[in-house]
């Protein structure tokens, strides 16, 4: 099955681990990854300034996914996944707003298709790829582990538009994880968010709400936690240490993409899946897969 | 002092409000009866009292012009809690990029590391800039190090078209 990959701008500028585990565990489940033309942004950041430009940036992904001939486009960051999602019902239903963002990207000779679907690596694994084909690729159980998920909130949120999993109780990242041998507890913060928008106006406030819930984490006792979006995954595994200054507490707990887990379970190197990036102290976790 | 207090002596102005109203593609804004399922979730409210039924009562009565000048609108989170769960699809999430919107349009001071990113995608095409990072044995790594594609930027035509997105005249 050929896919196209929009991965937005965290991964490419920083979340190496991310981008190096997608590329690595995907080909394995019969997927082939075509880039797009250009690496571009989804249109977050300009949400706030200027509705309409962020809008065009997401339908330009878009058009580029259309002129890659590809029907199915994943995009396994999560703000990028809801910016393009919000602009796709946009140009789809506002004829105004859609008729103008066409035009400009027509100057570029590029064509919106709303045949084009989108993807996160969460649904793409479980309800594409199929959650007992990923069942059946793994070679290595990850018996005897413990761990959390955070899915992050923008995948799931809003319903009305149509999202990857349930809004208040999302489960297939938890059925991914058991996927690969491990057990996947419940958490009464399950839901709480990572914070990284607010690092453009607040960074103090952004890292307690990431370090509020590592604590708890923490207390519970799991071995890691497990993340599928570039932000949390800046927030949980890069700013951990700044996270714990905030919070007043001493955090040592192993955050890992989920396709770096999964990519664990298929008997896949370490390295080849960036587990040497990780701030985190995540050798905790890797000790108790190797014993 | 709180939000609605400070806002006591201020005079509602209807064009502003309308400007709102337009923006969000639906007047599903008058619906709000205050029922604070949003505030009593909201991500921001604990740690920067972040109101959002206050937002939203504020923006009915017509004080929009306070707001946008207002730094509270620039303490969302963006977790979408509270489009999910507002029973009148009053989504203070969308009246609260709106009201950023319009603060930006007349150039209210807007978060600087955000001004940045904007005008990062103008020049690059992404809101990052590409880094270099350390691995926990302390390596310096590079796209180029881990073996990952060279990233290929916009096309020169991009940033016209961007520019004139970015200038379109919003509702």
Same mark, same amino acid.
């Given at each position: 099955m050929k896919t196209a990959v929009f991965w937005g701008c965290r991964t490419l500028t920083s979340q190496y681990g991310y981008e190096l585990s997608v590329r690595e565990v995907l080909p394995r489940l019969g997927v082939e990854l075509v880039?797009?033309?250009?690496?571009?942004?989804?249109?977050?950041?300009? *949400?706030?300034?200027?509705?309409?430009?962020a809008n065009y940036l997401a339908a330009r992904v878009l058009a580029l996914?259309?002129?890659?001939?590809?029907?199915?486009?994943?995009?396994?960051?999560?703000?990028c996944h809801f910016t393009i999602s919000e602009a796709k019902k946009i140009v789809e239903q506002d004829e105004k707003t859609g008729q103008k963002i066409c035009g400009l990207l027509k100057e570029e000779g590029l064509k919106y298709n709303p045949a084009v679907k989108i993807w996160h690596?969460?649904?793409?694994?479980?309800?594409?790829?199929?959650?007992?084909?990923?069942?059946?690729?793994?070679? *290595?159980?990850?018996?005897?582990?413990?761990?959390?998920?955070?899915?992050?909130?923008?995948?799931?949120r809003y319903s009305d538009l149509g999202r990857v999993d349930d809004a208040e109780n999302p489960r297939k990242l938890d059925e991914l994880i058991c996927a690969t041998g491990s057990e996947c507890v419940d958490y009464a913060e399950k839901l709480d968010c990572c914070g990284y928008h607010l690092t453009y106006s607040h960074s103090d406030s952004a890292l307690s709400l990431a370090g509020s819930k590592l604590k708890a984490l923490q207390g519970l006792g799991v071995d890691g936690l497990v993340v599928s979006c570039p932000d949390c995954g800046t927030m949980f595994d890069s700013k951990q240490k700044d996270?714990?200054?905030?919070?007043?507490? *001493?955090?040592?707990?192993?955050?890992?993409?989920?396709?770096?887990?999964?990519?664990?379970?298929?008997?896949?190197?370490?390295? *080849?899946?960036g587990l040497q990036l990780n701030q985190s102290p995540v050798d905790l976790l890797l000790s108790k897969i190797s014993a | 002092m709180s939000l609605v207090d400070s806002m006591s002596m201020a005079k509602p102005n209807l064009e502003s409000r309308g400007k709102i109203l337009a923006r969000l593609r639906g007047r599903e804004l008058v619906n709000?009866?205050?029922?604070?399922?949003?505030?009593?979730?909201?991500?921001?409210?604990?740690?920067?009292?972040?109101?959002?039924?206050?937002?939203?009562?504020?923006?009915?009565?017509?004080?929009?012009d306070e707001l946008v000048s207002s730094d509270i609108i620039w303490t969302c989170v963006t977790c979408l809690k509270?489009?999910?769960?507002?029973?009148?699809?009053?989504?203070?999430?969308?009246?609260?990029?709106?009201?950023?919107n319009l603060a930006v349009e007349r150039e209210v001071k807007a978060p600087e590391a955000l001004m940045k990113a904007v005008s990062q995608v103008l020049e690059t095409g992404l809101a990052e800039v590409v880094q270099k990072v350390t691995s926990r044995k302390m390596e310096t790594c590079d796209r180029e190090s881990l073996k990952l594609p060279k990233i290929v930027?916009?096309?020169e035509s991009f940033q016209a078209v961007f520019l004139k997105a970015l200038e379109e005249k919003q509702q």
């Open positions: 880039d797009l033309r250009e690496a571009l942004c989804c249109g977050d950041p300009v *949400k706030s300034v200027n509705d309409f430009a996914a259309n002129l890659a001939g590809l029907e199915n486009l994943l995009i396994p960051c999560n703000r690596v969460i649904d793409f694994l479980h309800d594409l790829v199929g959650l007992d084909n990923v069942k059946k690729t793994v070679e *290595k159980p990850l018996k005897g582990l413990r761990l959390a998920s955070h899915v992050g909130c923008q995948i799931i996270a714990a200054t905030t919070v007043g507490a *001493k955090l040592s707990l192993p955050v890992v993409y989920y396709t770096q887990l999964l990519g664990l379970a298929l008997g896949i190197p370490q390295d *080849k899946l | 709000c009866f205050q029922c604070m399922k949003c505030t009593s979730g909201c991500t921001a409210l604990k740690l920067l009292e972040l109101k959002p039924h206050e937002i939203e009562k504020l923006v009915n009565l017509g004080l929009v509270c489009v999910q769960r507002c029973p009148q699809k009053a989504s203070p999430y969308h009246v609260i990029f709106a009201l950023r930027s916009p096309k």
